[in-house]
């Protein structure tokens, strides 16, 4: 990862090797990782968004071999956080956790799921703000495409199909 004055530095070289003609002519081209410049947790309204930990069976937790990953900012190289890093015998888990909730999950009616998709939504839309915050943070993408993102309409779209659904495949985007 390059740090911000490396950066700056690789920027100004880029201007100064620039002809006259592509100077008139040619747009500076900067790369999109500088969008967050931050170097500290952005301000959240709800600080439990920001998890080290990893979401199965319901609940938060570690890996069972204590192993974890650093996840860094794009656009600074700092460090923002540890994630637990999960070997085949914590994915196996999650998977066999994941198993046995199916039986319970196929009981639902297409309503019932719904409302869980909805309810899921309905998270996300309270938290935008914050998600994007967190987003931008991690991936060094500007903050305006994450918040507006196509997905939160998607996201509402699919969790009202599952009320039509009568039996056969509801189509999410029109095949041509």
């Known amino acids: ?17 620039r002809s006259s003609f592509q100077a008139r002519q040619l747009p500076l081209i900067v790369s999109r990782g500088y969008a967050n410049m931050g170097h500290s947790v952005p301000p959240l309204s709800d600080k ?5 930990q990893t979401y199965v069976n319901g609940e938060w937790i570690s890996a069972k071999s204590g192993k974890t990953f650093e996840v860094h900012d794009p656009a600074t ?10 070997d085949s015998a914590d994915t196996e888990a999650a998977i066999a ?15 019932e799921r719904s409302r869980m ?13 914050d998600l994007a915050k967190l987003i931008t943070w991690e ?38």
């Open 97 to 111: 956790a994941a198993a046995a909730a199916l039986p319970s999950f196929r009981k639902l009616t297409g309503r």
């Open 139 to 176: 991936n060094g993408k500007s903050h305006s495409p994450t918040r507006k993102g196509r997905s939160t309409t998607q996201r509402a779209f699919s969790s009202g199909s599952r009320k039509k659904r009568r039996g056969r495949m509801v189509r999410l985007f029109r095949q041509r």
């Open 48 to 52: 439990s968004l920001l998890k080290e």
């Open 1 to 17: 990862m390059r740090s911000f004055a490396t950066a700056t530095r690789s920027l100004a070289r880029q201007r100064a090797c």
């Open 77 to 86: 190289g700092s460090l923002i956080g540890t994630m637990p890093e999960m």
């Open 117 to 129: 998709l909805r309810k899921w939504w309905q998270l996300m839309m309270d938290n935008a703000d």
